[in-house]
């Protein structure tokens, strides 16, 4: 099962619709910006087969 989470864009702000894996569980990994194209890493918070959080690093 999947579900989208926006984030954010650590450099430019542009606003990203990330697609998750809820059967992996709360996950960390590195996605690049669609406008800039410089990577980020994402932690997404995953609690009873739901996103309940997510945080960008730059
Ligand atoms: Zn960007």
Redesign the pocket.
């Known amino acids: 099962m999947q579900e989208c989470e926006h984030v954010f ?6 606003q990203q619709e990330l697609s998750i894996d809820l059967s992996a569980g709360t996950q960390r990994f590195t996605t690049d ?6 990577p ?1 890493d994402v932690d997404v918070d995953v609690r009873d087969g739901g996103i309940s959080g997510s945080e960008v690093y730059g």
């Open positions: 864009c650590p450099y430019c702000g542009q910006c669609e406008v800039c194209c410089r980020f």
